[in-house]
């Protein structure tokens, strides 16, 4: 099997495209792709309603034996240096070689993909995902490849990779975890080397959000809450009950300040499906809710030296949003109902 691990240039460890209509007549919906070049205007019948995972089964059914031979894998399928490939995630990485948008993939094939791809992703949010893609990856389908492991049907996921992007579609396969397993968003909308307030940062209002309750916090919550040193930004593991975590803990807020919380991780969730969503906060009440949390501000890495803290974590049990935002922004997410689960970042 071919695998292709880019080791990503911009961490220290490793446009705008049209939405296609959903025609329905007959039960039946006509899926053309976007205006992106890279990819031909197909039309291929989807069932009207179609979830992404039964269009991972129609997508997984239409491939070659060759096709299958360079982007399908076993569900445990592992290596030596990567671990659990299905779950590994990275900042700027691939599973498989063949990219989305090359003539590795039908134009039928292509058209489901995107219909999976925006059937993970709130449709308010499909815009600014194909902007951030368009300014970090030349635009969707350029960069971004696919893998699928198991079988669709039974248990499986499919995974999409590259740079400034880790989604998963699992039907609920992987047991235990949000989104299918860790995932990871990011965006260097201005450059590199983002400037203070991250113009044109499509995930930058997350971060406002969060620092906001950091203005709300009195000055000797602010000594509990702002920590020297960021951790390495791959580090989201779970710590478990015992755990210590850094920052303050959500439960000695105020009413008021808890509520801002609550806005946070509504912002924080909001781009991907309801059922997503729903499957995340499921996993937070599981391990005691945000009061089981604690909220965390770095002052390493503050671009600006603005006290708009870029850097910043929300950390519980078995939950972890790690929002590293020097210099410019990736977003690390390690969701589970049971702090055993295993990371392979």
Not at 39 to 58: D, N
Not at 103 to 117: C, V
Not at 144 to 161: D, H, N, R
């Amino acid at each position: 099997m071919s695998t292709n691990n880019r080791v990503c240039p911009d961490c220290e460890s490793s446009s705008d495209v049209n939405r296609r209509e959903f025609l329905k007549s007959a039960g039946i919906a006509a899926v053309a792709v976007g205006a992106n070049p890279l990819l031909a205007h197909a039309a291929v019948a989807i069932p009207a309603g179609s979830t992404p995972e039964s269009v991972v089964k129609i997508l997984y059914e239409s491939l070659s034996d060759e096709q299958k031979k360079e982007i399908c894998f076993a569900w445990d399928y592992t290596e030596e240096k990567r671990g659990l490939l299905r779950a590994r995630v990275s900042n700027n990485w691939n599973i498989t070689k063949p990219t989305i948008g090359s003539d590795f993939f039908s134009s039928d094939q292509q058209a489901m993909i995107r219909h999976i791809f925006e059937g993970i992703i709130q449709p308010d949010w499909h815009k600014r995902i194909d902007k951030q893609l368009e300014d970090d990856a030349q635009g969707y389908g350029k960069q971004q490849s696919i893998a699928l492991f198991g079988k669709p049907g039974e248990k499986f996921e499919m995974v999409m990779t590259g740079r400034h992007m880790t989604l998963r579609c699992d039907g609920n396969s992987a047991e235990h975890v949000a989104f299918g397993g860790p995932i990871f968003y990011g965006h260097a909308a201005s450059g590199f080397n983002e400037k203070p307030n991250h113009p044109g940062n499509v995930f930058w209002h997350q971060a406002l959000a969060a620092n906001k309750v950091y203005e709300m916090l009195d000055e000797k919550q602010r000594k509990r809450a702002l920590v020297d040193k960021v951790p390495r930004e791959e580090d989201v593991s779970f710590r478990g009950t015992g755990g210590q975590f850094p920052g303050i803990p959500i439960a000695e807020m105020s009413s008021d300040q808890r509520t801002l919380v609550q806005d946070v991780l509504a912002k924080l969730i909001e781009p991907y499906r309801q059922s997503d969503r729903d499957e995340a906060l499921t996993c937070l009440k599981a391990q005691g809710g945000l009061d089981k949390c604690s909220l965390a501000f770095y002052r390493e890495g503050d671009i600006g030296n603005d006290q708009v803290w870029d850097n910043w974590r929300l950390e519980g049990p078995s939950f972890v949003w790690y929002y590293r935002g020097a210099p410019h922004v990736h977003v690390w997410v390690n969701v589970a109902d049971d702090a055993s689960v295993k990371t392979n970042s």
